[in-house]
């Protein structure tokens, strides 16, 4: 059963990023929206994570571009419309809250 996790806190503030990674499966997807889009800050260490990492990764590009940040070639920039496309898509959508 597929899985769009969806995270929305900076990752510098708690670990929900690392214990989203821990639970990850191979069919599953990370969306980031609001501050969670921070983990894409070049030079820090969930930047790095996330890189080395082969995983479908997306952001909104409305977050991304709100908090000047580039989306890396292996993540993906959404809109609002896409992601309700990819909540469509998975079996389920888990919020970390």
Request: with cysteine; aromatic share 10%.
């Amino acid at each position: 059963m597929s899985t769009l996790h969806v995270l929305s806190h900076s990752p510098f503030g708690d670990d929900r990023l690392t214990s989203c990674l821990r639970v990850i499966g191979a069919g599953d997807a990370l969306l980031l929206s609001g501050d969670a889009a921070y983990a894409l800050q070049p030079g820090t260490a969930p930047f790095s994570t996330l890189s080395a990492r082969s995983l479908k990764l997306f952001v909104l590009a409305e977050d991304a571009q709100a908090r000047a940040l580039v989306t890396p070639d292996w993540a993906t920039a959404i809109d609002y419309p896409a992601f309700v496309e990819l909540s469509i898509h998975y079996d389920k959508v888990n919020s970390w809250l």
